[in-house]
């Protein structure tokens, strides 16, 4: 089956892609996704790491970040598990001029997570949100959350261009069905 590119929109989800209100709330969410785990699921929050290593990026990546395609970049993939189950499907895909300045720590990260570098300090910016209703075909849902599809349901996803020192990296992160069992709001 031919891998679709995503639809991202830059609006916020509930005006332009009918993002459902309890999903929103994570969805547009401007601060860490770890600091929001942690605060809601306390020790039960971890860092599955997927894989990480250079890789080529998907194209669709390759234009968002600028890049030649074909050419590597350094690529992490995380679950991130709220008790045993995991509720957010991650991918972050570094060019390889952005290790540089200070940067070679992500490329060490293991299960620590990426989002204790990017809100650390004040060296990290961040571009626009991009949000995307999955399809099952998207490249991403095919990557990253196959195995939630069977579920029958929309998967949420977005995309940020992080700022690190200056350098570019970009996140992606799916947003499982796990995530709003038993939400209290
Ligand atoms: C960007 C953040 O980091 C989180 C952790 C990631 C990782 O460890 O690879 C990737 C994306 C995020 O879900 C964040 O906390 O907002």
């Known amino acids: 089956m031919r ?48 894989d ?47 290790l540089r300045g200070g940067n070679r720590g992500l490329t060490r990260l293991g299960t620590r997570p990426l989002g204790e570098l990017l809100f650390a300090g004040a060296g990290t910016l961040r571009e626009p949100l991009e949000i995307a209703r999955l399809r099952d075909e998207d490249w991403l849902t095919r990557r990253l959350a196959a195995d939630a599809v069977s579920f029958g349901r929309s998967l949420w996803a977005r995309r940020t261009v992080h700022r690190l020192n200056g350098r570019p990296l970009l996140v992606a992160e799916v947003f499982l069905p796990d995530l709003l069992e038993d939400w209290d709001g």
Request: charged share 30%; net charge positive; proline share 7%.
């Open 52 to 98: 990480e290593g250079w890789r080529i990026p998907y194209l669709d990546e390759a234009r968002r970040l600028e890049l030649r395609p074909g050419r590597k970049a350094w690529v992490r993939e995380v679950a991130l598990y709220g008790g045993e189950r995991p509720v957010i499907r991650a991918r972050s895909v570094i060019p390889m001029r952005s």
């Open 3 to 50: 891998h679709l590119f995503c639809r991202w929109y830059r609006q916020a989800p509930h005006r332009s892609a009918r993002c459902p209100e309890p999903l929103a709330a994570w969805v547009v969410r401007t601060g860490s996704l770890t600091t929001a785990l942690r605060r809601r699921y306390g020790a039960g929050f971890g860092v599955r790491l997927i």
